[in-house]
């Protein structure tokens, strides 16, 4: 998970957002409550909430990725459009721009009813997540502090540390081993440079590596918190990153 900026509200719901909130009030007074509104009428009166400017807008925040686990939908599925404050308890935020998120299926399924403002979860529009999670091997962890708590709950109530996400974590830990074989074998040649115009060659070399290993960092690419954690702690990319800045 990575800090998203919620970007401007759509138009479409600056001009009908309260008038589809009102219309679901109105349903929920007549049925009695939310739940009692038939499926249909219910498909109906949400339909707004999904509006395609509000999924491109949400779905343009988080470089087409879901908010949680930061998987890319659009390869098993499609961005769907997830309210924070789940709709059924909270009809009245259901139009709410600060209360979408972009999820994928099962992020989504996942945290389904889970009340959030009686038991929070991170949301990555407000709070940071790097200071809530860290990586153990493909694990997501709680960091120990005062965030422990809410951590642990959004890790579980998202479903984040199952197989679902270490299958592809661990993809990606293969590539991150392999660069991280590469920049020791490139550190050695350095190292071992004889010449100014060797030791220029290998300094290249090692940038390009970096640039390379940097893709998997970027907010665009999915699991990219994951990414930014193994290399944190990766001595020979700390190695390298010092070397590159002293010879700018
Ligand atoms: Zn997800």
Redesign the pocket.
């Known amino acids: 998970m990575i800090k998203l900026n919620r970007p401007p509200e759509p138009q479409v719901l600056i001009d009908n957002g309260s008038v589809w909130r009102d219309s679901l009030a109105a349903a929920i007074a007549r049925y009695g409550s939310y739940k009692l509104i038939p499926e249909e009428e219910k498909r109906r009166l949400l339909v707004g909430y999904h509006h395609d400017e509000v999924k491109i807008a949400l779905t343009k925040s988080s470089n087409g990725k879901?908010?949680?686990?930061?998987?890319i939908?659009s390869e098993g599925g499609y961005v769907q459009v997830e309210h924070f404050s789940p709709k059924s308890l909270y009809p009245q935020r259901a139009f709410e721009w600060e209360n979408l998120l972009p999820?994928?299926a099962?992020?989504?399924s996942l945290k389904s009813n889970h009340d959030t403002e009686i038991e929070p979860i991170v949301n990555p529009y407000e709070q940071i997540p790097s200071q809530y999670f860290e990586y153990d091997l493909l694990s997501i962890k709680p960091i120990v502090g005062q965030n422990f708590e809410i951590a642990q709950r959004t890790i579980e109530v998202?479903g984040l540390d199952s197989l679902r996400v270490w299958k592809p974590r661990s993809e990606i830990l293969v590539e991150l081993i392999g660069f991280r074989n590469s920049l020791q074998i490139g550190l050695a040649k350095y190292y071992s440079a004889d010449t100014e115009r060797k030791k220029a060659a290998r300094i290249r070399s090692l940038k390009d590596a970096i640039l390379t290993i940097e893709t998997l960092i970027a907010a665009s690419s999915k699991y990219s918190a994951f990414c930014e954690n193994f290399l944190s702690k990766c001595m020979e990319y700390k190695e390298v990153k010092k070397i590159i800045s002293t010879e700018i």
């Open positions: 879901c908010a949680f686990c930061e998987c939908p999820a994928c099962q992020c989504n998202c």
